[in-house]
C-alpha cells in the first residue's frame, strides 16, 4: 500500500514552487502542465518538469498533461512517457475510449510500466461513465475528482457540506472501490479557510477517499493528519485482529470485541488501517 493522504498541485511554470515541493511533506506533488500554465509559457514548463521528475526523494511524482483536445496534449504525452514519472494526471476523462488512447499514447511514447494512468473525472458525463473509465485499464490506478468542474458543469453554488457534488462524488466512490482503484478528493479553493478545509477533509476521509488534491502547502499538515489512522484506531485495529486470532485458535465462532461482534470484514479493515500506519510511517 502507498500513502496519498496529501497530493499537492504544483505550477510548472514557476521554478521556485517545484524547487520548493522538494522540502514539502506532501505525499504526492502533480506538477501541472495545464491550468497553472499560461499558453506562451507550455513548452518551457513542459521541459523544465519533465527534465525534474527524478528530483523529489520519496514523494509520488505525477505530470498534469493539458486535456486531450488541447494542441499541446499529445507533445505532453510524448515527453511525459520519456520522462518516466510515477503517472500521467490527464484532465477531463470521459470515456474508456480516452483512457485507451492515453494507454496508446503512452505505450508508442516508450513510457515505463510504473508510469500509470490517473484520470481526472470532473464531467457530468465522467460521473455516469466512472466505472467504464475506471475499469478501461491496469495502467489506470487512481481516480482524480475535478469538484471545480464538476460544479461548474452543473451550474452548482460551493456550499459548505458539498451537497450539490455528492451524487457525482458518490459515483466515482463506488467505481473506484467496485474496481480496486485509488480516489483522491478535489480541491478546496480558499487556502485561508484552514477550518473549512480541515471539516471536507474530514468528509472526504468518512465518505472513503484515499486522500486530497491540495493547491497550497499550507494545506498539507492538516489533510496528512486527518487521512491519516489515528493512535486510538491503530490500537484498536490491533486488539480486533489479536482477538480473532486468538479466537480462530480456539476454535470459536463467536469474536466480541468491547462487547461488539466482531466478523472478517471487522479485521480485513483492520488489517488495511495498519498498512496505510505502515505506508505512512515509511514514507515519514
Not at 455516469?128 to 490506478?141: K, P, V
Not at 476454535?251 to 488501517?273: C, F, K
Request: some cysteine.
Amino acid at each position: 500500500m502507498r500513502s496519498r493522504r496529501s497530493v499537492l498541485y504544483m505550477p510548472g511554470a514557476n521554478e521556485r514552487a517545484l524547487e520548493k515541493a522538494k522540502s514539502l511533506p506532501a505525499d504526492a506533488l502533480i506538477l501541472d502542465l495545464e491550468d497553472a500554465v499560461a499558453p506562451d509559457a507550455k513548452e518551457a514548463a513542459r521541459e523544465r518538469v519533465c527534465a525534474g521528475v527524478g528530483e523529489y526523494g520519496s514523494r509520488e511524482v505525477t505530470i498534469r498533461v493539458n486535456g486531450l483536445d488541447t494542441e499541446w496534449h499529445d507533445a505532453d504525452l510524448r515527453a511525459t512517457a520519456q520522462a518516466g514519472p510515477a503517472a500521467v494526471v490527464v484532465p477531463k476523462v470521459n470515456s474508456a475510449r480516452d483512457v485507451g488512447g492515453i494507454e496508446r499514447a503512452l505505450e508508442q511514447g516508450g513510457a515505463p510500466d510504473h508510469t500509470k494512468i490517473w484520470a481526472m473525472v470532473e464531467t457530468p458525463v465522467a460521473m455516469l461513465h466512472a466505472e467504464e473509465i475506471a475499469s478501461a485499464s491496469e495502467r489506470l490506478t487512481v481516480l482524480v475528482m475535478g469538484t471545480n468542474d464538476l460544479a461548474k458543469e452543473l451550474h452548482a453554488e460551493f456550499l459548505p457540506g458539498r451537497a450539490p457534488l455528492l451524487g457525482g462524488l458518490s459515483l466515482c466512490l463506488l467505481a473506484a472501490r467496485a474496481t480496486g482503484k485509488v480516489i483522491l478528493d478535489g480541491v478546496y479553493n480558499d487556502v485561508k479557510d484552514i477550518e473549512g478545509f480541515e471539516a471536507e477533509c474530514r468528509q472526504g476521509r468518512q465518505f472513503g477517499f484515499d486522500g486530497k488534491t491540495l493547491v497550497h502547502p499550507g494545506q498539507i499538515e492538516p489533510c496528512n493528519r486527518i487521512f491519516a489512522p489515528s493512535g486510538e484506531e491503530i490500537a484498536q485495529a490491533r486488539k480486533i485482529i489479536a482477538a480473532f486470532d486468538e479466537a480462530k485458535a480456539e476454535g470459536r465462532g463467536v469474536v466480541t470485541v468491547d462487547g461488539r461482534m466482531i466478523e472478517n470484514l471487522h479485521v480485513d479493515n483492520a488489517h488495511r488501517i495498519l498498512s496505510l500506519a505502515e505506508a505512512i510511517g515509511a514514507a515519514d
